[in-house]
Nanobody
């Protein structure tokens, strides 16, 4: 049973950094991702990571965000730096339910979702 729990959100000023964490309480080595949704906007994929350590990023966060996984801790992370007001959103951790295959930033390819953690940049 996969249960994802995010933490680490908060309110920061532009230019600052925040690291989000996601604990998978029913760990399986799935391909994982981070998504975000701002009020009135569609959910968008931010970053994804495979079991081989490969990563994929949405263009607007490349060179600013880093996704990583620590299988020993059943955890997924999103290090966010040089934050901008447009990064303000609810951020969600998600798992695909598969351990192989191409990385994806499409939300319909993810089966399991956390409850989200809010990041506000002013």
């Amino acid at each position: 049973h996969v249960q994802l729990v995010e933490s680490g959100g908060g309110s920061v000023q532009a230019g600052q950094s925040v690291t989000l964490s996601c604990v998978n309480e029913g760990w399986s080595k799935y391909c994982m991702g981070w998504f975000r949704q701002a009020p009135g906007q569609a959910r968008e994929g931010v970053a994804a990571v495979g079991n081989d350590g490969s990563t994929s990023y949405e263009d607007s966060v490349k060179d600013r965000f880093t996704i990583s996984a620590d299988n020993a801790k059943n955890s997924l992370y999103l290090q966010m730096s040089s934050l901008k007001p447009e990064d303000t959103a609810m951020y969600y951790c998600a798992a695909t339910g598969r351990s192989t295959g191409p990385l994806s930033l499409r939300d319909y390819e993810y089966l399991y979702w956390g409850q989200g953690t809010q990041v506000t940049v002013s």
